[in-house]
């Protein structure tokens, strides 16, 4: 694909030749050439991520990775693996709060943009760097974790028409591309327990998520380690269309300038759950990020660090009431932890 031609441009010319397209492969293609053409995060990209707002985010994640090692009996080597890493902040933040408690894992990085790379490069210099899991160590246990992750890779949507359920693709009208039903039955494709809906009702479903926690999961039961995977979406089954799309922190048309906006999803942690004990992995949990953040301690690090710097007191709770107010992150954002089988539980769980 010419990286110069604009994706607008390439996908009316392959819907004009081949018909539509599904909306995965039209979300897997604009998040690709989104994530490679630019650095989003920060106040002067597209989106803040939670690591960004507050060291305090990255810390506490640090601190219970090192609680389940030291009391899972500080198996060496040991590795931290982390998933879209962003801008490297989070592992910073981490890995400098795990060291003070004798955690100092070999770290990889699983990414794919050579933009971000760059700026990872600075913060972890470290690190090394992989395309998928494939090439992780295997032996020793693993240290997972995934920050807004999951809630970008492509999902995939069905459609309850006068015909029964059909795959929801991406096709060109006046110039505009517009979610329209295919033509293959697709029945077979949506559970039995969710087959019987209204005419209109949309469910996504996101095999590329699904496909990562299995891999996670039968990791940790191989190698050990335990795994965090944090991100925004719900913890029960629900239908609709969740995409969406931001552009310089405002949503967007997410069928607007694809490859020029953030494309994400809500996760369904709700069938995630049952993939890692599938594997004989063990689940702990699936909680509100609030409410984790605090049975770690937020609240008592953001006294600490105002205290030693009382001039940052007011941007230190306001970041932290971004991390855990319920009109916030708090409660749209979930923590969902997996520990091997002969792993303690974590925190906050």
Not at 341 to 346: K, L, N
Request: with cysteine; glycine share 10%.
């Amino acid at each position: 694909m010419d990286e110069t031609e604009s994706l607008t441009a390439v996908f009316q010319r392959l819907i004009g030749h081949m018909g539509p397209i599904s909306v995965a492969h039209y979300m897997a293609e604009a998040n690709a050439r989104y994530y490679n053409t630019r650095d989003p995060f920060g106040e002067g990209g597209d989106f803040i991520t939670a690591p960004e707002i507050s060291q305090m985010f990255g810390e506490l994640i640090g601190l219970w990775l090192a609680d389940v090692w030291i009391r899972a009996g500080r198996e060496e080597p040991i590795h931290y693996v982390e998933l879209g890493p962003g801008r490297g902040t989070l592992a910073r933040d981490a890995l400098n709060a795990a060291k003070r408690y004798g955690l100092t894992p070999k770290v990889h990085f699983v990414e794919t943009s050579t933009t971000l790379k760059d700026v990872q490069l600075v913060a972890v210099p470290e690190a090394q760097w992989h395309n998928d899991l494939s090439t992780i160590p295997a032996y020793g246990p693993v240290l997972f974790v995934a920050n807004e992750f999951l809630d970008a890779l492509p999902v995939r949507q069905m459609v309850m028409t006068e015909d029964g359920w059909r795959e929801r693709m991406i096709s060109v009208q006046d110039g505009r591309f517009i979610p329209v039903a295919g033509q293959m039955p697709m029945d077979a494709a949506v559970p039995e327990s969710r087959r019987v809906a209204p005419i209109g009702t949309i469910i996504e479903t996101c095999p590329a998520a699904a496909a990562t926690v299995y891999e996670v999961a039968g990791r940790l039961n191989e190698q050990g380690g335990a795994a965090l995977f944090i991100d925004y979406g719900s913890d029960a089954l629900r239908d609709g269309s969740t995409l969406q799309a931001v552009r310089a922190h405002r949503k967007v048309d997410p069928f607007a300038g694809p490859g020029e906006a953030d494309l994400t999803a809500h996760v369904d942690f709700a069938t995630l759950a049952p993939i890692v004990q599938s594997r004989g992995c063990r689940w702990l949990g699936t909680v509100p990020q609030g409410r984790w953040l605090r049975a770690l301690g937020i609240e008592a690090r953001a006294e600490a660090l105002s205290t030693f710097a009382p001039e940052h007191r007011g941007a230190l709770h306001a970041a932290m009431d971004r991390l855990i107010g319920e009109g916030q992150m708090g409660a749209l954002f979930k923590v969902f932890g997996m520990a091997a089988p002969t792993w303690p539980d974590g925190a906050g769980f």
